[in-house]
T-cell receptor, first 114, second 115 residues
Framework: DGGITQSPKYLFRKEGQNVTLSCEQN?????MYWYRQDPGQGLRLIYY???????QKGDIAEGYSVSREKKESFPLTVTSAQKNPTAFYLC?????????????FGDGTRLSIL | AQSVSQHNHHVILSEAASLELGCNYS??????LFWYVQYPGQHLQLLLK??????LVKGIKGFEAEFIKSKFSFNLRKPSVQWSDTAEYFC?????????????FGAGTRLAVHP
């Protein structure tokens, strides 16, 4: 079955450490997205990518970085510059061939600080 | 900046009660509208969507939503809720600009249905 796979499910970060969250999709979608979910704040867009080797900052990109070297992969790195990284991170993808498409979501990664 | 507002953060209902969750957005152009649901311990799922046509859209599990363009609203309704509807509900709005499809979410409404 096609879908989005995020790993790991739980991740712990030490102070000053960079960590990378994985997102892989086999839906052949062009567009991929990273969101951060905090209680009472809904989902906020971190980065998004419409095609390979291209990505754009979302509303809260500071302290994060991404790459899009392959169509099926869109890893997110939470850098030490992100001072409040504890959150639930969701990856999504959609078919760019028509903008009238809903996004498909992964199961998420919960990041905590040690 | 564009935004999506959900008026109720927490809603508590008894089974068989009617449900209406409010959603308003601020964007003057053409939009697509969505309601997503997240059941406890599960990932986000699409409940229903509006792209064009009939402003009253029906989704899964007896949910429906009405798009009122003049009010920039897309409220979610269900005539009779069940205990299994306990979940968090997110309204989302997308638009196409500069070759990019942007999607923003409301803060969510946590619904608890008591037997």
């Amino acid at each position: 079955d096609g879908g989005i796979t995020q790993s790991p499910k739980y991740l712990f970060r030490k102070e000053g450490q960079n960590v990378t969250l994985s997102c892989e999709q086999n839906l052949n979608h062009d567009a991929m997205y990273w969101y951060r979910q905090d209680p009472g704040q809904g989902l906020r867009l971190i980065y998004y990518s419409q095609i390979v080797n291209d990505f754009q900052k979302g509303d809260i990109a500071e302290g994060y970085s991404v790459s899009r070297e392959k169509k099926e992969s869109f890893p997110l790195t939470v850098t030490s510059a992100q001072k409040n990284p504890t959150a639930f991170y969701l990856c999504a993808s959609t078919d760019r061939s028509s903008y009238n498409q809903p996004q498909h979501f992964g199961d998420g990664t919960r990041l905590s600080i040690l | 900046a564009q935004s999506v507002s959900q008026h109720n953060h927490h809603v508590i209902l008894s089974e068989a009660a009617s449900l209406e969750l409010g959603c308003n957005y601020s964007y003057g152009g053409t939009v697509n509208l969505f309601w997503y649901v997240q059941y406890p311990g599960q990932h986000l799922q699409l409940l229903l969507k509006y792209f064009s046509g009939d402003p009253l859209v029906k989704g899964i599990k007896g949910f429906e939503a009405e798009f009122i363009k003049s009010k920039f609203s897309f409220n979610l309704r269900k005539p009779s809720v069940q205990w299994s509807d306990t979940a968090e509900y997110f309204c989302a709005v997308s638009w196409f600009s500069g070759g990019y499809n942007k999607l923003i979410f409301g803060a969510g409404t946590r619904l608890a249905v008591h037997p």
